[in-house]
Nanobody
Framework: QVQLVESGGGLVQAGGSLRLSCAAS????????MGWFRQAPGKERELVAA????????YYADSVKGRFTISRDNAKNTIYLQMNSLKPEDTANYYC?????????????????WGQGTQVTVSS
């Protein structure tokens, strides 16, 4: 079992940056592929970025390519989401999730463990 705790959310002006962190419990963190999702009020939860267990491969939604960077530090059981050039439409609750699939998971049903989320609000 993996427990995930997100941090780093907050209020930022458009064009600003935030760095989200997700700390995982357990000694098998490096065996999970990880993802960052977000959910805005009234909208479906969507995948923002994902990273392979080794960190050797990543995936980004088109809406964040070139602005967000996902990374992981397996020694610290932590993944990160660096968010630059933030836009008001990036406002959402951001969740990290862990998947046991052998490939990068792109659907929320492919993730087995979820954090509680951290709110990101971008003002215009």
């Amino acid at each position: 079992q993996v427990q995930l705790v997100e941090s780093g959310g907050g209020l930022v002006q458009a064009g600003g940056s935030l760095r989200l962190s997700c700390a995982a419990s357990g000694r098998t963190f490096s065996s999970y592929n990880m993802g960052w999702f977000r959910q805005a009020p009234g909208k479906e939860r969507e995948l923002v970025a994902a990273i392979l267990r080794t960190g050797g491969s990543t995936y980004y939604a088109d809406s964040v390519k070139g602005r967000f960077t996902i990374s992981r530090d397996n020694a610290k059981n932590t993944i990160y989401l660096q968010m630059n050039s933030l836009k008001p439409e990036d406002t959402a609750n951001y969740y990290c999730a862990a998947s046991r699939l052998l490939r990068i998971a792109t659907m929320k049903t492919e993730y087995d463990y979820w954090g509680q989320g951290t709110q990101v609000t971008v003002s215009s």
